[in-house]
């Protein structure tokens, strides 16, 4: 079977891996040729370091690579079993590409969006038949984690449901179907983790490194709330905090910080852009806590 990725951003690179890697023939395509270009370059740079600390021979790497085409149009497609798409999180643009791609697949294609916080509903709303719509939500770093939330919609056939389950098991993840609400499972339970962090910072209580070191060496969290924010990305970090406190009528416990707003809006996005709550530069010095 075919898989066919659109976004070739820190997701949709992942899951175009973890497909390839499991052997199916992978189409990743994005509407940014600088992205294609990144996530071909990212991919060869871990193909190398798994080579080179011997954790996978360079015939492997070579055909996992060999296995993922990047293409510029929704167009290039081929007879795709199923497609994921990992764009940017906004709910019109993702409709938009949803009502192109009926277009274009195949009647039996099953149609996912890797979504953080959208309603998956009003995604398949948009599409001819619906049913065959669903959400895939992967983490970050979707190679390495093994967690994978799979969210029928309303309008989801049980088959198709099922049918994503076994393939995304397949894939070696671990699946759980989760409810159609805003955030889902995990996203849902981390709100809190990154809007009380943000809050003890507003107020001056700790400083980001201080929050972080608590919680990693005491609280044993693998990363402290800021570290995983600007690994995540200050930008999808963000959009997902505000959809979600949309989703639940505002509801004061998911409310945004105007902290992660301004990071994001002055492009401190994190790891990716070198700099967020963090300075990721070279020879840059970060606080001690
Ligand atoms: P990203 O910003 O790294 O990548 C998004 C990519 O989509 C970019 O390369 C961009 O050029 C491309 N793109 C935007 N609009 C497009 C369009 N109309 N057609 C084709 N390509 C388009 O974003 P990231 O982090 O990969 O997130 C993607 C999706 O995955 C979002 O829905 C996000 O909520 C979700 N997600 C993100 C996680 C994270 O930790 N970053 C974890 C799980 C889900």
Redesign the pocket.
């Known amino acids: 079977m075919n898989v066919c990725v ?8 992942g899951i175009a891996q973890v497909a390839a890697t499991a052997g199916h023939t992978v189409f990743l ?4 040729p600088a ?1 294609l270009q990144r ?1 071909k370059d990212k991919l060869a740079k871990i193909m190398n370091r798994l080579v080179e600390k011997g954790r996978m021979d360079e015939a492997t790497a070579q055909a996992i690579q060999g296995r993922i085409q990047y293409v510029d149009s929704l167009y290039d497609f081929k007879a795709p079993g199923m497609v994921i798409e ?4 906004n709910l019109e ?2 409709r ?2 949803f009502e192109q791609l009926e277009l274009i697949v195949p009647e039996d294609c099953i149609i996912a ?6 309603s998956i509903a009003a995604i398949a709303a948009v599409c001819k038949d619906p049913s065959r719509v669903l959400g895939i ?4 770093p979707a190679p390495l984690m093994k967690l994978v939330e799979i969210i029928p919609a309303i309008q989801t056939d049980s088959a198709v449901l099922e049918q994503a389950c076994e393939q995304i098991k397949s894939w070696g993840k671990i699946t759980v179907v989760a409810k159609d609400t805003p955030g889902f499972i995990v996203n849902r339970v981390a709100r809190p983790f990154y809007g009380e962090a943000l809050r003890i910072l507003e107020e001056g209580l700790a400083d980001a490194a201080t929050i972080d070191w608590a919680m990693t060496e005491i609280g044993k969290f693998k990363m402290g709330p800021f570290t995983l924010m600007d ?3 200050n ?3 963000y ?2 905090t505000e959809t979600v406190f949309r989703s639940f009528f505002y509801d004061p416990r998911y409310k945004p910080s105007f902290t992660q707003k301004r990071l994001s809006e002055a492009g401190y996005l994190g790891r ?1 852009s070198g700099r967020g709550y963090y300075d990721y530069r070279e020879g840059a010095q970060n606080p001690e806590p």
């Open positions: 659109i976004g070739s951003g820190a997701m949709g690179s395509y994005d509407n940014n992205a996530s990992a764009i940017v999180e643009v993702k938009n590409v969006t890797n979504t953080s916080s959208l939500h992967f983490f970050n690994y995540i990305g930008d999808v970090n959009t997902v990716k």
